[in-house]
């Protein structure tokens, strides 16, 4: 390998960590929420208040892991203008993709004491919306918290992360296109709107509007509210 293509290797991985860094803050204050929300479960249903909080500092420290693990990232880009070619929105999506799974799992790591494997398979399964799950039974494996980020990461994965982050994050350019349209499946049309990031902030104001008024039609059914979340949660993202 000559020293002008190992030069423009280390440039295209040092272009792409940004992007990679940025979303595992993201999934880091997720999970930090999702701790949070286990709070709401009621313990008349039979949720355990002292498994619940026992699990919240375990996703708090999960969170603590993913955000430390997103600094030598934001390190190795810092200053680095992102010019994201084709080949490089390609290699950021399979990267985000494959961190977010194995960041994931951690969570159920620390929680549910389950092993990198089948730890791994939930987290995937989740992101990925295909319902399946190596769990014989949830409620009495996974606490509220831990039963919440399930439910969240099939919310992440209905969406699309790279949808979320191209929604949330600002100045990407045509680099948040290239991103958007290499996790989008099928062929490629038209945005909703001219600038990519308007489409992908339209895409999130639908979602979220959906999800909104299936939490409130399932709590107003008499659902309980924690329940109602998760079950939106799952429903709307089709895990």
């Known amino acids: 390998m000559n020293a002008t293509e190992s030069a423009r290797k ?93 960041f994931g799992a951690i969570p159920y790591v620390l929680g549910a004491n389950m092993s990198w494997a089948d730890a791994l398979f939930e987290a995937f ?40 982050f191209v929604a949330l994050m600002p100045g990407w350019g045509a680099g948040g296109k290239r991103l958007f349209q290499s996790e989008a499946a099928g062929p490629q049309t038209g945005g909703i709107s001219p600038r990519i990031r308007d489409t992908a902030k339209t895409l999130l104001w639908i979602y979220c509007s959906f999800t909104a008024a299936l939490i409130c039609a399932l709590w107003g059914a008499g659902m309980p509210l924690f329940d109602a979340v998760t079950h939106s949660f799952s429903t709307i993202a089709t895990g």
Do not use: N, Q, Y
């Open 10 to 102: 280390h440039s295209l991985v040092r272009m792409t960590a940004r992007p990679l860094g940025l979303l595992l803050l993201v999934l880091a204050a997720a999970i930090a929420a999702c701790g949070a929300l286990g709070f709401i479960a009621d313990p008349a249903l039979g949720w355990d208040v002292e498994k619940t909080s026992t699990d919240f500092e375990h996703m708090l420290r999960s969170a603590g892991i993913t955000a430390i693990a997103a600094i030598p990232f934001l390190i190795a880009s810092w200053r680095v203008p992102v010019r994201l070619g084709r080949r490089e929105a390609l290699f950021v999506v399979s990267t985000i993709w494959i961190s977010m799974g194995l």
């Open 125 to 164: 399964s989740g992101l990925t919306t295909t319902g399946a799950t190596i769990l014989t039974d949830i409620e009495g494996r996974l606490s509220a918290p831990l039963h919440m980020w399930r439910m969240a990461t099939h919310w992440l994965g209905g969406l699309g992360i790279v949808v979320l």
